[in-house]
């Protein structure tokens, strides 16, 4: 696998984004992430995204996280937003999105982020596996969907240090 920093607007970027918003529109019926997301917020030193390739050059999983600060909507300062986690139906099982979340991990740390966090939801069980079996313990909700009963937000530290999760 190649691991590529591309922007969020990039070809690919736009095609894995919407295979990953009909897939939550398939398993939640509601037209997938109604999160607004911008090219911007991905760029470094604030944000990054990145997509896999395989050995055919075909993109097949991705992923990115944006600097959030504190702000009305539960994010505490230091945060690095984990966005878009995605691997292709076809490449699942194989460590891809495990590969994915180090290296996003590894890019915030490095931007000096001190928590990585995010949002999930209770129809996608293999995601909340990844994350509790990568270190991320649950946490105060935060984000567009932190009212939803549905929402499942988790919380990792990037430094060596005890924080609050």
């Not at 690919?12 to 999160?35: F, I, M, P, S, W």
């Not at 055919?56 to 992923?63: H, K, M, Q, S």
């Not at 994350?131 to 935060?142: H, I, L, N, V």
């Amino acid at each position: 696998m190649n691991i590529r920093r591309v922007s969020f607007d990039h070809p690919d970027a736009v095609k894995l984004n919407d295979e990953v918003q009909a897939e939550y529109h398939e398993r939640y019926g509601d037209g997938g992430d109604a999160t607004v997301l911008e090219p911007s917020h991905f760029e470094p030193p604030r944000g990054v995204y990145l997509i896999a390739y395989d050995e055919g050059e075909r993109p097949v999983a991705t992923g990115g996280w944006r600097s959030q600060d504190s702000n009305g909507e539960g994010n505490e300062d230091g945060d690095a937003e984990l966005k878009r986690m995605f691997v292709v139906r076809t490449m699942r099982g194989r460590g891809l999105a495990r590969r994915m979340l180090t290296a996003l991990e590894e890019d915030a740390r490095a931007a000096g982020r001190l928590r990585m966090v995010l949002e999930t939801g209770t129809e996608q069980p293999e995601a909340i596996a990844l994350y509790t079996s990568s270190g991320y313990a649950p946490c105060t909700r935060f984000g567009y969907y932190r009212e939803y009963e549905s929402s499942r937000c988790f919380a990792k530290p990037l430094t060596s240090g005890d924080l609050s999760l």
